[in-house]
């Protein structure tokens, strides 16, 4: 079973700047939407995705992740 960054992944288009999506997904919890985004950061390590921008809150005073816009590569 895939991770929710790979179904993201697989359903972006080539080249396409894409956000990664937070309303009406299990991508709402910013906990989640942060690990999601980081999984992100490990895909742009391997050359699958540039990370175009992205914005990190103070949430309970542990810094995450809010806000992802990536490329896919490959």
Known sequence: MGTIAMS???DSEFGADT???KAGS???HPLVFDS???????LAAQGRVEILQEHVANVGGES???????????
């Open 26 to 28: 299990a991508l709402e």
């Open 64 to 74: 995450l992740i809010d806000e992802l816009l990536f490329r896919r590569l490959k």
């Open 19 to 21: 956000p990664l999506p």
């Open 36 to 42: 999601t985004a980081r999984e992100f950061h490990a």
């Open 8 to 10: 993201v992944f697989l």
